[in-house]
């Protein structure tokens, strides 16, 4: 986008993405980012397409965020982002819901394996850099052509404190190296695709209080970790969902290939 298809008014409105469609992975969880950053986007105006390997979770997700909002502005779809043809399927359903239209993408779907270097298997690695490195490309393969016909989009990857600092929060060493994918991807894509209008960003949180991977820790914990901290706590999905919305809407619009960290202060680059 140049300068002159800034939109003020949409700036200033504080229905930041009013009119926009939107596609979140990983969106199925009560207490996750992708659950939070569909909630947002919808009081910005979005419609929300919430893709989860969870389908029973997803499609409730979708039904309480419509509750919640008063609108028929959310739906759920089925989607294993490690899958080529599951991520094709998802994008089209969507598309046939929107008339076509793709505006922003957030690849937020991911897990998580506690293991020492020594214990990673190879299944173990196959895993988790097939939801979070492969599936970051794939579902962004499959929404590009959308943002392509329109020239503009916004992809939002998020990865983690963890590729920044080799851990130190969740997981082993192959969910820190997925990660950091994702950041190389991010920064690849984002050099590629700018002169077609879309743009390409990270987003890399610190603790965040979800039920990631369903780890067992409590809050309490996790805001102890953080004591030493800058912000000495952890952090809120709505926090990580505020970036999302910077990234996704024009205020945005002349960023691209960056990492925003959203981590109370707890890793400075
Ligand atoms: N919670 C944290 O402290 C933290 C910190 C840094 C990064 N992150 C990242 O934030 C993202 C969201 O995590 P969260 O904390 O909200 O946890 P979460 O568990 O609530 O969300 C992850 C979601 O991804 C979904 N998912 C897993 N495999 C999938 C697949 N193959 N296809 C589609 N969906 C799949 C899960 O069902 C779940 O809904 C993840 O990428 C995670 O790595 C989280």
Redo the contacts with the bound molecule.
């Keep these: 986008m140049d300068a002159s298809a800034l939109d003020p008014v949409r700036i200033d409105s504080g229905a930041l993405l009013a009119g926009r469609m939107a596609v979140i992975?990983?969106?199925?969880?009560p207490?996750?980012?992708?659950?939070a950053t569909a909630r947002l986007f919808m009081a910005h105006g979005a419609r929300v397409a919430l893709?989860?390997?969870?389908e029973e979770?997803t499609r409730a997700a979708a039904a309480d965020l419509n509750q919640t909002t008063g609108t028929d502005h959310a739906r759920g779809w089925a989607?294993?982002?490690?899958d080529a043809a599951a991520c094709a399927a998802a994008i089209d359903g969507v598309l046939a819901w929107s008339g076509g239209r793709l505006d922003v993408l957030v690849n937020?779907?991911?897990?998580?394996q506690k293991r020492g270097v020594a214990e990673i298997s190879e299944a173990d690695y196959d895993t988790i850099t097939?939801?979070?490195l492969r599936?970051t490309l794939l579902l962004s393969q499959a929404a590009l052509p959308a943002m392509r016909a329109r020239h503009g989009g916004s992809i939002v990857n998020?990865?983690?404190?963890?590729a920044q600092q080799g851990g130190g929060?969740?997981g082993g060493a192959h969910?820190c190296a997925a990660?950091a994918g994702v950041l190389g991807l991010t920064r690849a894509m984002a050099r590629e695709l700018g002169s077609e209008g879309i743009r390409v960003n990270a987003i890399?949180?610190?603790?965040?209080?979800?039920?990631?991977?369903?780890t067992g820790r409590s809050d309490d914990d996790?805001h102890a970790s953080g004591a030493g901290w800058p912000l000495p706590r952890?952090?809120h999905?709505a926090e990580?969902a505020g970036a999302c919305l910077f990234l996704a809407s024009d205020l945005s619009s002349y960023v691209t290939g960056t990492t925003i960290d959203v981590n109370g202060g707890a890793h400075m680059r």
Excluded: H, Q, W
Excluded at 25 to 29: F, I, K, Q, Y
Excluded at 51 to 54: F, R
Excluded at 158 to 162: C, Y
Excluded at 207 to 214: G, H, I
């Design positions: 992975s990983g969106a199925g969880r207490r996750g980012i992708g659950r893709l989860d390997v969870d979770e989607c294993n982002v490690a937020n779907a991911g897990l998580t097939d939801v979070v599936g998020v990865s983690s404190m963890s929060i969740f969910y990660k890399a949180p610190g603790l965040v209080l979800t039920d990631f991977s369903r996790k952890a952090g999905a990580i």
